[in-house]
Structure formats: C-alpha cells, structure tokens
C-alpha cells in the first residue's frame, strides 16, 4: 500500500514538472475600437481607484457575478488597464455585507459565519476594460469596465462572498 503511494506521489510531481502554461495575445479595447497594440509614447492621465463585492452570495449555483462600471477619464485615454491591488474570498457571510467592510486603505473586516470544511471547487476574480468613448464636449472620457467573481465548493451548495480592490490607470497622450 505504502509503494501504491508514493508511484502515484512521483506520478503527480511528474505531470506538475512536465505540465506548461500557454500564453496567447489579447486586443485592447480602445476609443477607435479593438487593437492589437498601443504604441508611442504614453503618460498616467488619471488613476482610479475601485472596490468591488459580491456580497453575501447564497451558492455557487447562480453562476458568475458580474458588474458593470462606469467612470470618466481625461481626454486623450487610448487605453486603461486595471490591476488587481487585493483580493479576499471565503465562505460563509461577512459581517458587515456591503463595502463599509473595506476600509479606505482596502484593509477588510469581517468574521466566519460558520467553521465547516469546505472544499475549494474554483475561485475567479476578473476586471476588464469593455469600452472606451471618445472625448465628450468638457474633454472627458467614458471608461466601462465589467467585473467578474465567482468561488464555489465541490457541490457548488455552500455560501460565498468576494470583494476586489483595484487601480484603472488612464493611459494616454496629453492634448
């Protein structure tokens, strides 16, 4: 029994060392539509800052949660790029269920509803830029974004919550 172990152990530790990732390009969403690149010479027009949850979310059974999000850039923003500053996730309900449980420092408070095992099935937390408008009269620019999240157990039964903090850096050429 104890050599039944330790081949599936090698096994395993095989398929990990010999597995690779794949890497494939992405357009970018900018105001003339998709592109493959964004080239030049291109400054910070604006950080935004964003805090975003799911709340208390009965199951996984509901599928992905999705938000969508409008902001204003400053005209010249040919791109913006979200990155992920914090990501918090569990089971279970936070207390409290909204976004007063992150602090203006991203700091999260809450406490366990309830000790059960749970099992992680998946987790998934995304922010993309969906659009980008051309500048409005007054020199503004309208960014939407969708936020995804989704965490589920192995039977997809038991409650869950995710909050994401983010920047969206507005990356474009001054006018």
């Not at 030049?40 to 059974?61: H, Y």
């Not at 809450?110 to 998946?122: A, E, I, N």
Request: glycine residues 10%.
């Amino acid at each position: 029994m104890k050599n039944i172990f330790i081949l599936i152990s090698v096994i395993t530790t095989l398929a990990i060392i010999f597995s690779s990732c794949e890497s494939a390009d992405r357009s970018i969403e900018t105001p003339s539509g998709r592109v493959e690149s964004v080239n030049g010479d291109l400054s910070i027009l604006r950080i935004v800052r964003k805090t975003t949850t799911t709340g208390n979310m009965r199951d996984a059974r509901g599928g992905v949660v999705n938000e969508d999000i409008t902001f204003d850039c400053p005209e010249g923003t040919v791109a913006a790029i979200p990155v992920l500053e914090q990501l918090a996730y569990g089971y279970g309900e936070f207390s409290p269920g909204d976004l007063s449980a992150v602090d203006s420092l991203g700091t999260l408070s809450f406490s366990w509803s309830s000790t059960k095992q749970r099992p992680l099935g998946m987790h998934l937390f995304g922010v993309r830029v969906t659009d980008i408008d051309a500048p409005r009269p007054g020199g503004e620019q309208t960014v939407s974004l969708k936020t995804s999240a989704y965490l589920s157990d192995e039977n997809f039964d038991d409650e869950w919550w995710s909050i994401g903090t983010y920047h969206v850096l507005c990356i474009g050429r001054t006018p």
